[in-house]
């Protein structure tokens, strides 16, 4: 049986076909409206995650299938003392497939050895978030018609943003790919990522204002600068616009490049960029869905000839 | 100069590094069975300056070399038959180590998780770095605690 934890869980060419999926799902819904008839996911969220829950669920209704679970540790049997392997066992009775999240980092992992249906990582504390990847991954390769050969500038929180993290992993197994890291000192990519790209001879280049590189850029992955992450709120004055982006700092920029954010977004992006055509990130949730469905066909082994 | 006799069957752990002992004999389970065993702490040594060393008479098939080689694997193993060193053991780390550390990580699963083995996985050989397998949290000690 197969299980999602980390996006590095596929291979590359399994992606492309989970991708070749998604595309075509999302060219004739109708034709995968009814392939999951009769089966069930679980979304089993410990902490709230309203987006990716409604986004499982939506991918399972939309492929004919019902939902079930609980969307907070305290109006499930955890609240009671449960542990995560005994709950999957149960869950296991009553559905076909999960969607787990989870605060604490490797539940999933821990429910999937004891599942007996597959099991999908949907958000483990810092640790991965592979759906959101997928969705990444699969935004970039419809929008460009391919993952390789682009420059990619990731800009904001580079620190403790696991998308980020995650989304870079992903990447580096394509070719042809340049990054540009755009953050404040106190909020940089870790070293083991930039170790990493060293060893395995892939550019990169750190800077610190979004201006700077701006016009590089095929892609650009905005991040929320969080208040809490700087150690005095000076440093955090200073800093905070430099990744704000505004109708003026786009100008700057390719007239096709995109731009990406996990979402959601709180004042990192000027509402005013959303009419930009260069402004992909609604789209991206959108992709998310077809992700989703593509990956709940493939991990419970169905086919469109079976609807 | 302590003299300790020799052992019929069993193995001599040299070169052990000074203070280590005492946590070697714990994670080899030796406190939980009735062989014997001599420890020989802060012994002299040319090659170390001070070094322990644990001589353990008991079946040569019983010792789990993966957990010593974790902890030390510049250790020197000697097998002993019959009174005479009959084989050195070279030590490589495991791929991965069970039920030996614990990850330290608060927003780990381990933290939660009644009856979860805590696993570790060899992540990076050249500088004997393990990671957490469910949060791949790199392994660091806590002072005074595990290993």
Do not use: W
């Amino acid at each position: 049986m197969r299980h999602l934890m980390n996006p590095l869980d596929f291979s590359a060419a399994e992606l492309d076909e989970l991708f070749d999926l998604a595309k075509s799902i999302s060219e004739d819904p109708e034709k995968y409206s009814r392939v999951c008839k009769g089966k069930i996911l679980a979304t089993c969220f410990y902490e709230p995650s309203t987006r990716t829950r409604l986004s499982f669920e939506s991918a399972m209704l939309r492929l004919g299938g019902e939902v079930l679970g609980f969307s907070e540790a305290s109006s499930s049997s955890a609240a009671k003392g449960e542990s995560v392997s005994d709950t999957i066992r149960v869950i296991s009775c009553y559905a076909d497939i999960c969607a787990m999240r989870h605060p604490k980092e490797g539940a999933p992992m821990v429910a999937a050895s004891r599942s007996g249906i597959p099991v999908i990582n949907a958000g483990d504390g810092g640790h991965q978030h592979p759906t959101q990847t997928l969705t990444d991954l699969m935004t970039i390769r419809t929008l460009r018609g391919s993952l390789n050969n682009f420059t990619i500038g990731l800009c904001g929180d580079l620190k403790f943003g696991r998308t980020v993290h995650s989304l870079i992993e992903a990447l580096m197994r394509y070719t042809g790919i340049r990054f540009i890291f755009i953050s404040p000192p106190e909020l940089k990519i870790p070293d083991y990522i930039t170790d990493e790209l060293n060893a395995k001879g892939i550019e990169y280049e750190e800077v610190i204002r979004l201006e700077d590189s701006i016009g590089d850029l095929d892609i650009l992955y905005m991040t929320r600068v969080q208040r809490e992450r700087f150690f005095n709120e000076e440093d955090y004055v200073r800093l905070k616009d430099f990744y704000v982006l505004t109708n003026e700092k786009l100008q700057l920029a390719k007239e096709n490049m995109m731009v990406l954010h996990p979402l959601p977004r709180v004042n990192e992006i000027s509402v005013e960029v959303d009419d930009d055509p260069r402004a992909v990130y609604f789209k991206q949730a959108q992709y998310g869905v077809y992700v989703r469905m593509a990956l709940i066909m493939t991990l419970l082994g169905l086919e469109v000839q079976n609807a | 100069m302590l003299n300790i006799g020799q052992i019929e069957e069993g193995f001599v752990l040299d070169h052990i590094q000074a203070g280590k002992s005492m946590s070697i004999y714990k994670h080899l389970g030796l406190d939980k069975n009735e062989d014997t065993v001599a420890i020989i702490k802060n012994a002299r040594s040319n090659k170390m300056g001070r070094k322990d060393i644990l001589k353990v008479e008991c079946d040569i098939n019983t010792l789990d070399l993966d957990v010593l080689a974790y902890i030390d694997h510049n250790i020197t193993v000697n097998v002993v038959k019959d009174g005479e060193i009959v084989d050195k053991k070279e030590l490589v780390l495991p791929k991965e180590i069970k039920n030996v550390i614990k990850c330290h990580n608060p927003r780990c699963i381990t933290s939660i998780e009644q009856g979860l083995p805590h696993i570790f996985v060899l992540a990076d050989e050249k500088n004997e770095v393990y990671r957490c397998k469910y949060c791949e949290e790199k392994y660091a000690p806590k002072d005074g605690s595990d290993i």
